[in-house]
């Protein structure tokens, strides 16, 4: 059974930051393609950060420079490093696998930018 299970989330001031950890099982992580996409109340899901199984990373425009991506294979794991966070990264952030044609997806976990 594959399972997700995304952590990290929480409330922060404007400014500060985040690293969100996504903990992958049930599937060969390494050869996986590794995403963050968010969601925010009212908006469609759309992508944050995505690596592939190679370590190449692609970032959305709103969020180059600021958030990092990266992958520990022995750990099974995908980070998202957030900094300087605005309050229009609020949003329910999830972690997402690909591979050929299976999509997964963790239930997400909530990241709340405000004063």
């Known amino acids: 059974q594959v399972q997700l299970v995304e952590s990290g989330g929480g409330l922060v001031q404007p400014g500060g930051s985040l690293r969100l950890s996504c903990a992958a099982s049930g599937i060969t992580f390494s050869i996986y393609a590794m995403g963050w996409y968010r969601q925010a109340p009212g908006k469609q899901r759309e992508l944050v950060a995505n690596?592939?199984?190679?370590?190449?990373?692609n970032y959305a425009g709103s969020v180059q420079g600021r958030f990092t991506i990266s992958r520990d294979n022995a750990k099974n794991t995908v980070y998202l490093q957030m900094n300087s966070l605005k309050a229009e990264d609020t949003a329910v952030y999830f972690c997402?696998?690909?591979?050929?044609?299976?999509?997964?997806w963790g239930q997400g976990t909530q990241v709340t930018v405000s004063s």
């Open positions: 997402n696998a690909h591979f050929l044609g299976p999509t997964y």
């Open positions: 690596i592939a199984s190679s370590g190449t990373t």
